[in-house]
């Protein structure tokens, strides 16, 4: 069997129906709707007697997360602006500098993650402290492990920020575990201040022990200070260890010391406390003798005090502060194989550990992988991947690192496309994410339910951003077709045009018609007279917007224009056959001008296509209802005479005006 | 993780087929009972049966949105021989607003039952390909996307073993000619290929069939082709006797003669789980091809998923149980179950969280 399939987790239908064959569908981005399908079909038709008995339930599955929870809201919030202003400045800014960027990006991180951390702590508390008004035990629990889960993840974060993004000189290598250390465990910091509050310091329980932990911690004025709280302070064993301690030699980047000056110094330190040691200066107080043992990196004086360090890697890190201070990256990995076999009975090694000692181990994919497998979603994964990717990616080719990170973004921004208040933060993360990123951000723009104007107006900005001209169209498809079927023609025809779908807005452009032929009302006539240019879509819709300005005109009085138009409208052939009777009863108060204002010429059009329709509706027998129809009918007759009339009078008028 | 809500099905026979809409917002169920009913998500995010209706005079087998450009349609295909394609007719009757499903056309071609039915990729058009246990495909189209009374049967496939399944290949790009996966489940292994793949050639106008896949001789139940979303290769999911997922990659045959009017491809399996231990019924993919979802007879449903190395496995597996320790809520809509400390909080009461079935490899955080 491939192991890597030992991850697959079985999930449970608490359902008895569900005890036997089921079929699964999936839909959207990741839900299943589950039906039970116990018989075998076989394409026969069967008697059924399954069902009648007992109901039959569908179970809809959806994948969940504690990043859907309130509290992470901030997490996903914040860190896409860090994702995003990272890819910005790491190409903008100069190859030596990018090691600073990643670094100070890095920390933006952590610092999202501790503040995330913070909050749900004081919601935790908070709701602790209103227990009785009903919370329930299950959201404590929650936050309680939400907490936990964030801790892990700066701690892992600070981790390979100090071994794999912020390296400087092996001498700083250590510099920085011990701050790490420092940081993560800082219960000594929290003792020190109660030890030195209370009334006799020295005779508190913890005494000793805040001094051990300060020491191993490698936090020396701390210890110091402490120790000068002791009554018996200025005594000689006191004021030798306190020189021990104080001379302690650290590394500094900057401080103009090179790194086997500062080897040579520190040997000569610690040959200094085992002379001291060997010639009994500390006899009087076994204390003192201790912290001297583990400033000369006596192993089994560490290890006699790990129940001050809770973890192998803080013992680890305590260890190779006394034994090697310039330690390097591929030391690691024997070190922390050692503090783990010296822990041994005391822990059991977790998914944390097995992080950890990869990234002790400098094997950043074996980190990537390792906290896959702990996490149910990819955020940490997909953030941590591209810092790695970004810190390798100058220091040469990287075979496994690109693709991965590219899978990770595209699996991270999957899941929050099929979010309905996060979708856009997934666009966000597919724009760098090659051609694939945009196929999927097309596809999830697509598919995102379009439940308001607002809703589809938002898609289609987002999507001529990125110049996604198909999803434009398809938006103001779906919602042309959708304003059809809720008989709204108007804005139909408005996003048919926004389509360019010709043979959609010809077919609402018609129904607009009829719809003004039974009742006389232009649906939605100031879109019609504001057509413009895109009138030109389809030779309907041309003929809907000439016949409202044909409208506007005759309101405006300018009635021999208005004819014109009329009748070239009936001349072109733009106008549908069923509309003529509707143009010829237009054209009548405009036959009864006083003025002739339709020409002789425009007349003969204008009985041709009388007699046109006369011949056909008596051959077809049509019985149309429309009523601009049945009053066509009704005033043939005035048509005809009115057209006659006209005639005369024109063709006078014309002879008038030539001569 | 997953949270599950549960529903009542209301039909009175076995379900066939469940289908969701291009959004995942509605849905449509069909069943040996002769009817469909439509559901609808409300705003409490809960499935409402908004529709249901007879449509068909024997088992209703599959049932199939068409693409919200063409409107709200489906089509159905049955065990009476006959598919037909339906359409939603919204009326405001002043309480509400009711939707009816109208019949627009009646697809009686099939003279054996027909087993399958799909809508084409919403680029070519309305097209609609059906396969029967006669071994016909048939592929209709309505050629004015706004009347949907007139569909004209416009080729026929005979591939000479019955007919299970059909999938049409999703990829919307122009390069790729349209493309059909049809399956067999004829249970005789000796009559070779069960999957034939066909290519439509846009010079000769003709369905031609471009690949049958050697590795599958045994009955083949469903199939399915991935959505394809920027890969340069065609992704399917088969049901046999296990689940396959196979790629094929298009290779642009050299010779002139052939002016690139026939592609052959090259064909790889990138997967074959017999995890199910038994024969597999249903196969799905979600919108994006990056789940495919398995259905077999162990009762068991699983999902796969590739790595970053296209490496197939399994990432969870859904199965019944036989304690029934849910206990009912309600006994009205169904919809809301509890279980053992699930919260009773506003939002989450429809959900209950599923217990994981503890997996001994599976390492925890907490």
Redesign the interface.
Known sequence: M?P????????????????????????????????????H?N?T??A?E???QR???????????WLWGRQARKLINESVGTFLSLQTAITEAEPDRHNAVLVKKCREYRSIIQACQQDTKNLQQANENEKQNGK????QEDLI?LQ??LY?MELILSLVELLFIDTMSDGHLLNQLVKWIQLHFPQHERKKGVVLESDRPHLHPDYWNTVYGSVLQGKLDDARLILSNHPSADTDPFLSIDELLRKMPFFQVYGGVSVGDFEARWQHWQSECERRLEEGHFASSHNLQAICKILCGDLETISKLMNLMDTWYHLMVSTLLFTKPTVKLFHLSNASQDAILRMQDQQVI???D?VLLAAMEADMYQVIKECQ??M?NPWFTTHLTDLLYHTVQHKGKHQVLP??R???L??YA?MLAGHSSLWQVALLYLDHCG??????AQ??L?????TSDSCAQKIIQMASEREFE?VVV?VC??MG??A???GRLGAAIWWGMRSKDA??T??VAHQILHKYMSDGHFESSTLLDHLGPAMLLSDTLTFLGKYREFHVMYQEGRYEEAAALLVSLISSKLAPEYFWPVLLLDALPLLKAKEPVISSEQTYELMYILDTLTNTTRDKDQTKNEAAHVSFLDKEKEIRVALTHNLAQAIIHEGTVEN | MFVAKSLNAEHKDLIHDVAFDFYGRRMATCSSDQSVKIWDLNEEREWVCTASWKTHCGSVWKVTWAHPEFGQIIATCSFDRTAAIWEESVSDSGRGIHSTWIKRAGLVDSRTSVTDIKFAPKIQGLQLATCSAGGVVRIYEAPDVMNLNQWSPQYEINCKLQCSCISWNPSPSRLHAPLIAVGSDDPNTSSGPKVFIYEFSANTHKWNRVDSLVSISDPVHDLAFAPNLGRSYHLLGIATKDVRVVTLRPVKQESAQSQGNSMSFEVRQAGQFDDHNSTVWRVSWNATGTILASSGDDGCVRLWKANYLDIWRCISTMRGDTVENVAEADSSGGSTQQMGTASTGQHTARYFKLAPTAHPAHLQWH
């Not at chain 1, 329930?136 to 959201?139: D, I, N, V």
């Not at chain 1, 697509?446 to 379009?450: C, E, F, N």
Request: contains cysteine.
């Open positions: 491939d890597s399939n030992d991850t697959a987790q079985t999930w449970t239908i608490p359902d008895s129906m569900m005890n036997g064959r089921m079929c699964g569908k999936t839909f959207s981005l990741g839900s299943i709707m589950l039906f039970p399908q116990q018989e079909t394409y038709d069967m059924s399954s069902g009648a109901t039959v339930k569908m179970y809809q599955l959806e994948p969940s997360s329930e035990p299950s959201t492990i936990d889960i892990k977790t998914a944390l097995h497998q702990v149910d693709p991965l590219e899978y990770l595209l699996d999957e051609p694939r990123g945009m196929a999927m596809e999830a697509q598919r995102l339910p379009i198909g398809s498809r779906v077709r959708r059809l079927s809720q043979a959609f010809s077919h």
